[in-house]
């Protein structure tokens, strides 16, 4: 999920929590993924919630500030 899919779905309504759930399920089955072959298999870091929650809310503070 780029920032631009953040910006269109926070217009759409979404609050920043469920954003934020969202971005990290689908960061999280990226990096899973990553992981899954034996090469990568130390590649990338699992982040929490409260590490989603905080990307989110800088691109939105950002496009806001732009805006």
Known sequence: MNEKDII???KQGLSKNQLARM????YNMQISNI????RHRHDGRFITNH???????KVIYKYLKRK
């Open 8 to 10: 269109q779905k926070w």
């Open 35 to 38: 992981r899954a072959t034996v």
């Open 23 to 26: 971005y990290h399920s689908q």
């Open 51 to 57: 590490e989603a929650l905080a990307y989110v809310e």
